[in-house]
């Protein structure tokens, strides 16, 4: 029931349901999906956080960057996440921007404001 209970209020959020149809398309990063949502990447990362405690998603390191994908830990979260696909379908907006977000652009574009400032 405490498994349950976690996924459904993971899901519980417009932002999380948005993430997870986008890492049903692609692999992403907290830039891009930061990006995309038009959040700030600190909220982004809650949220993962939220959907990774869930057992909804999981992240693995790959050079730069940590990359979040869809992995359902169970069948309850392999169904809920059939499920949320097949609504997800019709929602184009966020489908646009993914395909014009590149993470080299957008990254390389952080860091240099950061280094303007003195921080890198």
Partial sequence: MKQLVAILKATADSNR???LGLLSRKELCVCELAH???ITQPSVSRHLRRLQAA???AARQRGYWTNYYLAPANQCTKDLLRHLNKWWQGKTDDIKQLSRVTRYS???HRDRARAKKGRL
């Fill in 17 to 19: 349901l948005r993430i």
């Fill in 36 to 38: 995309i949502l038009g």
């Fill in 55 to 57: 057992g909804l998603i």
């Fill in 106 to 108: 957008l990254c390389r």
